[in-house]
């Protein structure tokens, strides 16, 4: 239990860290269209967008973790991945190359298709049909 419980914090403070920096892009983004000027705050590399970013990336990532319908729900997904009969990397190299190699085939079939076609509706355009 102790793992799942420590996946599940891993699992929010990722969430925030990936929040933080999108909301960081976002404020940049909305500073520059509306002519905020984006101060740095902590050095040159840390502007107030990625402030505002990190405060409510990571703040939503702590309510979240706090609440216990979220943590169940986390909780319960790591629980149904470890039920999961993951294949064995050989059998997922033999799967690739029969999905690559279908997808190489179907190509060729509907690249020959257009082609054919192609040529006779042009052939069609060019001849005059006489009613």
Same mark, same amino acid.
């Given at each position: 239990? *102790?793992?799942?419980?420590?996946?599940?914090?891993?699992?929010?403070?990722?969430?925030?860290?990936?929040?933080?920096?999108?909301?960081? +892009?976002?404020?940049?983004?909305?500073?520059?269209?509306? *002519?905020? %000027?984006? *101060?740095?705050? +902590?050095?040159?590399?840390?502007? +107030?967008?990625?402030?505002?970013? @990190?405060?409510?990336?990571?703040? =939503?990532? =702590?309510?979240?973790?706090?609440?216990?319908?979220?943590? %169940?729900?986390?909780?319960?997904?790591?629980?149904?991945?470890?039920?999961?009969?993951?294949?064995?990397?050989?059998? @997922?190299?033999?799967?690739?190359?029969?999905?690559?190699?279908?997808?190489?085939?179907?190509?060729?079939? +509907?690249?020959?298709?257009?082609?054919?076609?192609?040529?006779?509706? %042009?052939?069609?355009? %060019?001849?005059?049909?006489?009613?």
């Amino acid at each position: 239990m *102790r793992q799942k419980s420590t996946l599940v914090a891993l699992f929010f403070l990722v969430a925030g860290i990936i929040t933080a920096f999108v909301l960081h +892009l976002a404020f940049g983004s909305l500073f520059g269209v509306m *002519r905020v %000027t984006n *101060r740095p705050i +902590l050095g040159d590399g840390f502007p +107030l967008s990625a402030l505002l970013g @990190t405060v409510i990336g990571l703040g =939503a990532g =702590a309510v979240c973790f706090s609440l216990p319908r979220t943590k %169940t729900l986390i909780g319960e997904v790591i629980d149904e991945l470890n039920k999961v009969n993951w294949p064995a990397f050989a059998e @997922t190299r033999v799967n690739t190359a029969v999905v690559i190699v279908t997808s190489v085939v179907a190509a060729l079939i +509907l690249g020959t298709f257009d082609i054919v076609f192609l040529q006779l509706s %042009t052939w069609l355009s %060019t001849q005059q049909i006489h009613l």
